[in-house]
């Protein structure tokens, strides 16, 4: 019994789980739709008996109707790559009649079940996907559901459709640009080995710089901007005249500090960052140059993808590259024209 004394709802999990099929296959068993064996169709049914479970509009509906709404679950809380995502998908489906359903679960697996589960019970047409790392998986299973589900900017299964930024070709473009502009000695101030996202991006810079490549690791900080200049203006090596940063706020540290030390940004070091975080770039002193991952564009190639998956249109699994875009401000020199 419930806290106001109601009995809990049977849920189709419960039903799935009863039966020992997946939640797709209990779906089409109450709906008589799919392929399966007579048996298994009646082992759902006599599960969904027992269970005191009535087919009601999600049952009936799931796999014919449409409710014009796509659900958007993500780990990242506080919003800083979903937000932009979301504006995406929304600005890609809000001509479709199609609304977005948005929930985040921290880390939680249990509220990860409880939010799908909530977004399945309001018949969603499908699911987005998001998180806080390219590199890690929400923890909650989002396969087997009979619904599409689409991953853009977090790890996805084999044969999902994931959605990702071109750090690659982004980062290629922010140190390409800074050799450009004359500078020879260009370090690059990024966070942590254990993201992945850090390997790509000091692979990239590494290609382009050469031998004289330079790596500092450390946290995602302005703190660790601070001590990064610290590190590289001790000693007798010679100083850079180009950083390249593996966030905004690493970036915003680092021109601080050169400030500090009586460096003049840009004319004697040129620094770009990476997400393009406007809040951080803008309010920067020098404005901060920064690699903008083009996340709302992530988020609309992601919001019409699972459109059309819940149309009933074919469309091939697999990671799909977006590319990033520099944007050009004074942190770094030169001009985007």
């Given amino acids: 019994m419930s806290a106001g004394g109601k009995t809990a709802r049977t849920r189709i999990y419960d039903v799935a789980t009863a039966a020992g099929v997946s ?116 923890p909650v299973d989002l396969t087997h559901l009979p619904v599409p ?30 050799a450009g502009l004359g500078r020879q000695r260009i370090v690059h101030v990024t966070g942590p080995t254990t993201f992945a ?20 690791h450390g946290k995602w900080s302005e703190q660790w901007g601070h001590e990064a200049v610290a590190q590289l203006w001790s000693g007798e090596r010679p100083r850079p005249d180009g950083i390249f940063c593996g966030n905004d706020q690493i970036a915003r540290g680092v021109v601080d500090a050169l400030r500090e030390r009586g460096s003049n940004v840009p004319k004697d070091v040129s620094v770009v960052g990476f997400d393009n975080w406007e809040i951080v770039a803008a309010a920067t002193r020098p404005p901060l140059t920064s690699v903008d991952m ?12 699972v459109l059309a998956m819940a149309e009933g249109m074919p469309v091939e699994p697999g990671i799909r590259k977006l590319p990033c875009q520099l944007v050009v401000r004074q942190s770094c020199g030169g001009s985007a024209g």
């Fill in 197 to 216: 996202s850090v390997k790509v991006r000091a692979q990239a810079y590494a290609e382009v710089v050469g031998g004289e490549a330079e790596i500092l």
């Fill in 149 to 178: 589900v689409v991953y853009a900017f977090t790890d996805g299964p084999d044969d999902a459709v994931t959605f990702v930024s071109d750090d690659a070709q982004g980062t290629r473009e922010a140190v390409q640009w800074m």
């Fill in 23 to 138: 939640i797709a296959t209990a779906s089409k068993a109450l709906n008589d739709t799919g392929r399966m064996t007579a048996e298994t169709r009646e082992r759902v049914k006599r599960a969904a008996s027992a269970l005191g479970f009535r087919p009601n509009a999600f049952a009936r509906g799931l796999l014919s109707k449409r409710s014009f709404t796509i659900g958007l679950l993500t780990n990242d809380t506080y919003g800083r790559f979903t937000l932009p995502l979301m504006a995406g998908i929304s600005e890609a489906l809000v001509d479709r009649g199609v609304s977005v359903f948005l929930c985040t679960i921290e880390d939680d697996p249990e509220l990860g079940k409880v939010h799908v589960d909530a977004m399945l019970d309001k018949q969603v047409d499908g699911i987005i996907a998001s998180g806080k790392r390219v590199d890690r998986r929400l």
């Fill in 294 to 305: 083009n996340l709302k564009t992530l988020g609309k190639q992601a919001g019409l993808t």
